[in-house]
């Protein structure tokens, strides 16, 4: 069954370095999205993108967030200056529809800002 | 300190039993729910989906009932194993509009064998 891949599966990065976090949707899906957990809370929306915009994004995406779709293949969220509250579980999803269809997730990357 | 968010309600059922968690959720204007099962290390796995213009959908071993009127939405998990051990979430979401999918707080489901 496809599935969706990110990398790394664990992130260790200093205070104010940036980080790029890295994702491969499932083939045929066309909306892409990012959501974090905090250790232990909820999944949160960060961000929806389809064909090649930002849909739609949450408070939390603030200026220091981007994603960018660089070929047909990979969705990327990249952190400009990482904060010690941006330590979380990042997970990647997409889905076939923007709405009224499953968001299919991978396993995460875990990013540890010390 | 309190650690928010980290007491998670907690359902422990024998294994063979069946399971019922229970979610509330906030937008009357949702239409689209979805039961989401997460592993330890994991990222959340799709279960089962209903739609506003269902009151149940039945799966494999699972059933989602859902309320409308009283907002509730529920999972049930029949004979239960201990592979269904985990968090599971509700999400609810729109089937037009701007609404991104978005999670409930989750419950963790401990099978005793």
């Known amino acids: 069954e496809p599935e969706v891949t990110q990398t790394p599966s664990h992130q260790v990065t200093q205070m104010g370095q940036e980080v790029i976090l890295r994702c491969v949707p499932i083939?045929?899906?066309?909306?892409f999205y990012w959501y974090r957990q905090i250790l232990g809370q909820k999944v949160e929306f960060l961000v929806s993108?389809?064909?090649?915009?930002?849909?739609?994004k949450s408070e939390i995406f603030d200026d220091q967030f981007s994603v960018e779709r660089p070929d047909g293949s990979n969705f990327t969220l990249k952190i400009r200056s990482t904060k010690l509250e941006d330590s979380a579980m990042y997970f990647c999803?997409?889905?076939?529809?923007?709405?009224?269809?499953?968001?299919?997730f991978g396993n995460g990357t875990r990013l540890t800002v010390t | 300190g309190e650690s928010v968010g980290l007491h998670l309600p907690t359902l422990s059922v024998q294994e063979g039993d069946n399971s019922i968690i229970n979610c509330a959720y906030s937008?009357?204007?949702?239409?689209?729910f979805i039961w989401y099962k997460q592993e330890s290390g994991k990222g959340p796995q799709f279960i089962i989906d209903?739609?506003?213009?269902?009151d149940k959908r039945q799966g494999q071993r699972v059933t989602v009932l859902l309320n409308k009127t009283v907002k509730h939405l529920s999972l049930q998990i029949a004979a239960t194993q201990p592979g269904d051990s985990a968090v599971y979430f509700c999400?609810?979401?729109?089937?037009?509009?701007?609404?991104?999918?978005?999670f409930g707080k989750g419950t963790r489901l401990s099978v005793i064998a």
């Open positions: 999400a609810e979401g729109g089937v037009a509009g701007n609404t991104p999918l978005v």
């Open positions: 999803a997409s889905s076939v529809r923007d709405r009224g269809s499953p968001l299919h």
């Open positions: 993108f389809y064909n090649n915009e930002i849909s739609e």
């Open positions: 083939s045929n899906h066309l909306y």
């Open positions: 209903i739609r506003s213009n269902m």
């Open positions: 937008n009357s204007a949702s239409d689209y």
